[in-house]
Every structure is written in structure tokens, then in C-alpha cells.
């Protein structure tokens, strides 16, 4: 499985971006699909997860209400939509995925990754 991420950028605070990670390689019916992010010096940090199906998504606690996660089975793409972002939100941001039915927190679990997406918010 290869994923690209793609469509960090630098947006002021209080706006949005969509950051996507198209998939190839697998059927992207059998992933779920995640987000996570990484700053220098600190270990990568869940952002947002989905299921194969799309039916049932999670997202940590500091992003809750401001990101949405999506996907398009059909075109084999995922999609992270960050509204109200914050300074505290710049990072790398990661897709990753596994074969398996249920949406895991924690990274070393995730057998694919993209390369990584930089997203700035400036204070």
C-alpha cells in the first residue's frame, strides 16, 4: 500500500485547510484510515480516525468539533477538513493504515504511511 498525503500549507489562525491521502496498492475498502500529526522533539499524536466503511469516525480530544475526517471509497482517497485551526495545530501530518476493522490511537500499530504533509498556523 502507497499513500500521498497532500495539501498542507500555511493558513492563518482561525481558518481552514483539507489535507488528503490518496491510497494505492490495496483495496482501500479493506483500511482504516488515520491521521496523525508530529512537531520536532515529540512523538506522533493521533489525530483522527476512520473506518472502512466511513460509518463510524474518531478524533482526539483537541481536535474534536474543529476537524472532520472523510473518505471516498470510490476514488480511494481520504480527506481531513481543519476548521478554526490554532498555532498549536502546526505539525506534519501523517495518513497511515492497517487491515483490520477497528480504529487504533496508538502509531505502531499502522503498517502504511504516507510521507507527511506540513501544516503551519502562525501565532
Known amino acids: 500500500v502507497q499513500l500521498q498525503a497532500s495539501g498542507g500549507g500555511l493558513v492563518q489562525a482561525g481558518g481552514s485547510l483539507m489535507i488528503s491521502c490518496a491510497a494505492s496498492?490495496?483495496?482501500?475498502?479493506?483500511?482504516?484510515m488515520v491521521w496523525f500529526r508530529q512537531v520536532p522533539g515529540k512523538a506522533r499524536e493521533f489525530v483522527s480516525g476512520?473506518?472502512?466503511?466511513?460509518?463510524?469516525?474518531s478524533y482526539a480530544d483537541s481536535v474534536k468539533g474543529r476537524f472532520t475526517i472523510s473518505r471516498d471509497n470510490a476514488r480511494n482517497l481520504v480527506y481531513l477538513q481543519m476548521n478554526s485551526l490554532k498555532p498549536e495545530d502546526t505539525a506534519v501530518y501523517y495518513c497511515?493504515?492497517?487491515?483490520?476493522?477497528?480504529?487504533?490511537?496508538?502509531?505502531?500499530?499502522?503498517?502504511?504511511w504516507g510521507q507527511g504533509t506540513q501544516v503551519t498556523v502562525p501565532a
Open positions: 497511515a493504515a492497517r487491515v483490520w476493522s477497528m480504529v487504533a490511537t496508538t502509531a505502531n500499530v499502522y503498517d502504511y
Open positions: 476512520i473506518s472502512r466503511s466511513g460509518g463510524s469516525t
Open positions: 496498492g490495496s483495496n482501500f475498502r479493506d483500511l482504516v
